[in-house]
């Protein structure tokens, strides 16, 4: 069994990198855009049962460096390269799953204007709809 956990996350990691890049457009799971704050910043998004999602980061930053901090417990999380200037990390609820879930990414940041370089711990509550 321990294996197969490793396995599931890389093969659906994978895939949404896939997904996220052949054209197809993935809904945003966070509405409008948010500010970074150095050390913490809290979002909360939705989607749907079944349906990815992405979050962009790097409207007035440069994205150097991302990891994940706190795995969902009902959904895989990825990176999803980029769009434009924005980094976009994928979220996908496990199949047939509805209700809320959290993860958290760790993200070194520099402002687009002062090239200071910062980290966040960005925690994400979504909300998975039917």
Do not use: N, W
């Amino acid at each position: 069994m321990a294996l197969i956990t490793p396995f599931r996350t890389a093969f659906v990691a994978a895939a949404m990198v896939a997904f996220a890049t052949s054209g197809a457009q993935a809904e945003r799971c966070v509405g409008g855009g948010f500010r970074f704050t150095e050390g913490s910043t809290f979002v909360t998004g939705a989607t749907r049962k079944d349906e990815p999602c992405t979050i962009g980061y790097g409207l007035f930053s440069a994205i150097r460096g991302y990891s994940v901090v706190q795995r969902p417990r009902h959904g895989a999380l990825g990176s999803a390269g980029y769009s434009g200037i924005r980094f976009l990390t994928a979220y996908k609820p496990d199949a047939g799953y509805v209700g809320p879930d959290e993860f958290a990414v760790k993200i070194r940041y520099a402002s687009r204007m002062t090239q200071v370089e910062l980290t966040t711990v960005v925690h994400v509550q979504i909300t998975i709809g039917p």
